[in-house]
Nanobody, 133 residues
Framework: VQLQAFGGGLVQPGGSLRLSCLTS????????IGWFRQAPGKEREGVSC????????YYADSVKGRFTISSDNAKNTVYLQMNTLKPEDTAVYYC???????????????????????????WGQGTLVTVSS
């Protein structure tokens, strides 16, 4: 199981970025996958995730209406489109998969927002997003 996140960079406030998470070693459509972020001095938090059971999506309140998660199963890739970026979105962004299925089973569709970070199986390396003028 491997995940590779990329697409981060420096963007001005109000700008947009699209992050990509290339996955391998598993069939993407059958697993819950999500995006997380960790800002300097803060704990890692769930940003958005997709449920493997019904395809429902979850967004943290801080990004609702600005971020969109999507997946392309043929390309084994998950995306995070980030619009209207704010300085407080500055963080290292990670993608992760609930490979065992136990996290979704316990925490439901908003598993990435509720589950302890340590319960999540596999992580990609982070990609840094800096929002600054």
């Amino acid at each position: 199981v491997q995940l590779q996140a990329f697409g981060g960079g420096l963007v001005q406030p109000g700008g947009s970025l699209r992050l990509s998470c290339l996955t391998s070693g598993f069939t993407l459509q059958y697993y819950g996958i999500g995006w997380f972020r960790q800002a300097p001095g803060k704990e890692r938090e769930g940003v958005s995730c997709i449920s493997s059971t019904d395809g429902n999506t979850y967004y943290a309140d801080s990004v609702k209406g600005r971020f969109t998660i999507s997946s392309d199963n043929a390309k084994n890739t998950v995306y995070l489109q980030m619009n209207t970026l704010k300085p407080e979105d500055t963080a290292v962004y990670y993608c992760a998969v609930d490979f065992s299925g136990s996290v979704q089973a316990r925490y439901g569709n908003n598993w990435c927002g509720r589950a302890p970070i340590g319960r999540i199986d596999y992580w990609g390396q982070g990609t840094l997003v800096t929002v600054s003028s």
